[in-house]
């Protein structure tokens, strides 16, 4: 199997917030090529499940998961832009997390990995950025728990970033997005199969892994979507005679996609990577979420939201975007009436293409 | 304890809409007296978890579910009105359902009860009406779940009601609730202590349950409620070593409400019950919703539903509104701005209070 990804390790301690590992690998994907002035790049963080693998390239010429935005004459142009896409730390895609090995034992880090937050995953994507030589980034961007990471990044390295793009994110996680999250950790970590943590890597918890992914598709879509996609079909497929099974086409579209779901992603660095959306706050830079915003010192910024999305609801977007102004000289605020709920950006590439094209 | 609990048997063989059962008992309160011309009794039908206990009286006086709207001077005024409610057929709390014996074996139904019908729920309530000698009722008044049994009744028995009350409710299941109430039948069916529904009663799906009941809170109440009312406060309670424990206020709230449900339910009756909201679907009744509708022949309608509910949510309540017009002369449509979500209409007394007294 042909694979895009490029590794650094990060020499030495890596201090994070609560508490420190020895030399984590990032693993990051490229497209496009940095200019002679090395300002032309673009660093993409992603969301909790995403690789780096966010578009195709001659390495890898399997499609990503953001295919539609990044390549020759997409919005995100790789013949004029450098693009580098991070595998967050924590994450199980190329880069160290509590399912990767911990080099003083020898053994996965498992629970014993430190508590992640966001701001961990910023400084782990700059060194990335340093590694490749880039002083100062044309923009970074992502989406949901990426435009939280994004943003933490801004307000960490504002000497180092001219651009801010964040898509159907937050300056911090309401209680109700919490609440979510923290119900779908706690179906896996009630799944017997979960050890506490120590399960065997091919027995897997699916049991709450397959629950979570089924609440979170719930919480990534909207019911004005399903009303339309589903209405009440009922799901022929279905065993009448099973009591409760599928009846409706719904529950066999929840069913696969969280059987699509299995075996892709490590349970624990699941529920690391939920609880730093949970914990990320940007008013831990500031003591205020606009004395937090103040750190950012980019030169232009846009602010997308969609107005189904429930889990980071359109007025999270607005504070954000208002918060900004504070400091920023030129920022843009814009409410897409996407219908796809939070998962938006992944679909409604109608809507979503001329909006990240006129930012690039 | 004392017990306001009055019952009937209906004898012999109980047609249901999926099967049929043998001489259910109804269990039912009452609240003030029947007058002389027998038209002034109200018919409640409650939502998926409460008993027939709506409100305290003489035999009882504990607070009911809905103690500040039933009683003398108060919105339903038992003055005025003979106020009946009735334990839902398939419920646990004297009334027949998957939890009571089956005649023919002795044994408790279980999974061998027929898949419910919120029509069944309205035919076994029209029992308890007939018992009483009420030809016809003031009005139907339901929530939630109630509602949607107060509609059926009213298309099933157009000759025997003068109004129709629907709160927070649906002419039919939208994909976006039955997914959730299909995830938290998963939960419940996935737990080992099911057995598929053979578990022993004092040995429950107590972890289904509960993870059930989260999953429930969170969408009964509102994202802009929890905000105001946690926002980020932190549970000094939680233990900071537990990995993925409760941080969160909300975490913490989420895991008493989910304790208080723990053996007060039945898991196969709220399985039941559950499914029926799913299958409940006014168009069954004539061939399509509007069709369905015209079937209701009182003289007058009130709709209420609650801006912040997105489990039955606002468009729901102003199609039913509109779908009665066609044979309704009065109709009210009430859409009320309460924060706390599909449960408003148990809590925001001081918006629902007026809007049923405008009714009675």
Same mark, same amino acid.
């Given at each position: 199997?042909?694979?895009?990804r /490029?590794y650094i390790v990060i020499d030495g301690r890596f201090e994070m917030q609560h508490g420190a590992i020895e030399s984590p690998t990032i693993a990051f +994907?490229?497209?496009?090529?940095?200019?002679?002035?090395?300002?032309?790049?673009?660093?993409?963080?992603t969301?909790l499940s995403?690789s780096a693998?966010?578009? %195709?390239? @001659?390495?890898?010429? !399997?499609?990503?998961?953001?295919?539609?935005?990044?390549? &020759?004459?997409? @919005?995100?142009?790789?013949?004029?832009?450098?693009?580098?896409?991070v595998n967050s730390l924590g994450s199980c895609f190329g880069s160290t997390g509590p399912a990767a090995p911990n080099p003083a034992t020898g053994r996965p880090y498992r629970l014993d990995f430190p508590i992640l937050a966001l701001e961990d995953v910023a400084h782990a994507g700059?060194a990335?950025?340093?590694?490749?030589?880039?002083?100062?980034?044309?923009?970074?961007?992502?989406?949901?728990m990426?435009?939280?990471t994004?943003?933490?990044?801004?307000?960490?390295?504002? *000497?180092?970033?001219?651009?801010?793009?964040?898509?159907? !994110?937050?300056?911090?996680?309401?209680?109700?997005?919490?609440?979510?999250?923290?119900?779908?950790r706690?179906?896996i970590r *009630?799944d017997?199969a979960w050890k506490n943590g120590n399960y065997a890597f091919d027995e897997p918890p699916?049991?709450g892994m397959?629950?979570?992914?089924?609440?979170?598709?719930?919480?990534?879509?909207?019911?004005?979507?399903?009303?339309? /996609?589903?209405?009440? +079909?009922?799901?022929? +497929?279905?065993?009448? $005679?099973?009591?409760?099974?599928?009846?409706?086409?719904?529950?066999?579209?929840?069913?696969? $996609? &969280?059987?699509?779901?299995?075996g892709t992603f490590d349970a624990n660095c699941y529920l690391y990577l939920s609880r730093a959306m949970d914990l990320?706050?940007?008013?831990?830079?500031?003591?205020?979420?606009?004395?937090?915003?103040? /750190?950012?010192?980019?030169?232009?910024?846009?602010?997308?939201?969609? +107005? %189904?999305? =429930?889990?980071?609801?359109?007025?999270?977007? /607005?504070?954000?975007?208002?918060?900004?102004?504070?400091?920023?000289?030129?920022?843009?605020?814009?409410?897409?009436? !996407?219908?796809?709920? $939070?998962? !938006?950006?992944?679909?409604?590439?109608?809507? =979503?293409? @001329?909006?990240?094209? %006129?930012?690039?």
């Amino acid at each position: 199997m042909s694979d895009g990804r /490029r590794y650094i390790v990060i020499d030495g301690r890596f201090e994070m917030q609560h508490g420190a590992i020895e030399s984590p690998t990032i693993a990051f +994907e490229t497209w496009g090529a940095l200019n002679a002035n090395a300002d032309n790049a673009v660093l993409l963080f992603t969301g909790l499940s995403p690789s780096a693998h966010a578009a %195709s390239s @001659p390495a890898d010429p !399997s499609s990503g998961w953001w295919e539609d935005m990044i390549g &020759a004459d997409k @919005p995100i142009d790789t013949s004029r832009y450098f693009v580098v896409c991070v595998n967050s730390l924590g994450s199980c895609f190329g880069s160290t997390g509590p399912a990767a090995p911990n080099p003083a034992t020898g053994r996965p880090y498992r629970l014993d990995f430190p508590i992640l937050a966001l701001e961990d995953v910023a400084h782990a994507g700059h060194a990335v950025v340093e590694s490749l030589g880039i002083e100062r980034l044309h923009a970074v961007v992502g989406a949901s728990m990426g435009g939280m990471t994004a943003l933490a990044y801004a307000a960490i390295y504002p *000497q180092h970033v001219d651009g801010l793009l964040s898509i159907s !994110s937050a300056t911090r996680s309401e209680p109700f997005a919490i609440a979510l999250r923290s119900l779908q950790r706690e179906l896996i970590r *009630q799944d017997p199969a979960w050890k506490n943590g120590n399960y065997a890597f091919d027995e897997p918890p699916t049991l709450g892994m397959r629950q979570a992914r089924k609440l979170g598709m719930i919480t990534y879509r909207s019911a004005s979507e399903w009303a339309q /996609r589903f209405g009440r +079909e009922r799901n022929t +497929e279905g065993n009448p $005679h099973v009591h409760f099974g599928i009846d409706f086409e719904v529950e066999a579209y929840l069913e696969a $996609h &969280a059987n699509k779901f299995i075996g892709t992603f490590d349970a624990n660095c699941y529920l690391y990577l939920s609880r730093a959306m949970d914990l990320f706050d940007i008013a831990d830079h500031g003591g205020s979420v606009a004395e937090g915003l103040k /750190r950012v010192r980019v030169r232009r910024a846009m602010v997308i939201g969609v +107005e %189904s999305d =429930f889990l980071f609801p359109l007025h999270q977007q /607005r504070e954000l975007a208002d918060g900004l102004r504070q400091t920023v000289p030129d920022v843009d605020f814009g409410a897409l009436a !996407s219908i796809q709920g $939070h998962d !938006s950006f992944l679909v409604d590439m109608d809507q =979503f293409r @001329p909006a990240l094209a %006129s930012f690039f």
